[in-house]
């Protein structure tokens, strides 16, 4: 018995067996995720858990000091300074020496952000 062509199986794929040519885009590839501190990248920083910071003391000392933008204004609030043209709270950017002789702060530690391995864009210094 001979067999006609139509009676051997293709393998040449059809119309609904063709694969999609496009592609997926793959995720960029983070160097730094899970690294511990001896095992960080070259182009990577490695943070503390906690960070020294200096905070208002009670609730009612924190005040948004970046509202005024005018210097009468940003010393009628005692917690207020008013230094190069921009109102800051009395505690921001204060060491902890300083932290402490200023009536309205306190020196505490707090969750890092930038915490573990991380990429020298997260802020932190080498």
Do not use: M
Request: glycine share 4%.
């Amino acid at each position: 018995p001979s067999l006609s062509l139509s009676d051997v199986p293709s393998y040449i794929p059809t119309k609904e067996t063709v694969a999609p040519t496009t592609i997926a885009p793959t995720a960029l590839k983070d160097p730094c995720v899970n690294q511990w501190k001896k095992n960080c990248p070259e182009q990577c920083v490695f943070g503390k858990k906690k960070i020294k910071s200096c905070l208002p003391k009670l609730d009612k000392h924190k005040h948004n000091c970046s509202q005024y933008t005018e210097r009468k204004p940003c010393r009628d609030v005692d917690a207020c300074k008013f230094a190069n043209d921009k109102c800051f709270h009395t505690c921001d950017g204060l060491a902890k020496s300083k932290c402490k002789k200023e009536k309205f702060c306190k020196p505490i530690k707090v969750p890092n952000p930038c915490a573990g391995c991380q990429l020298v864009t997260c802020g932190l210094r080498r």
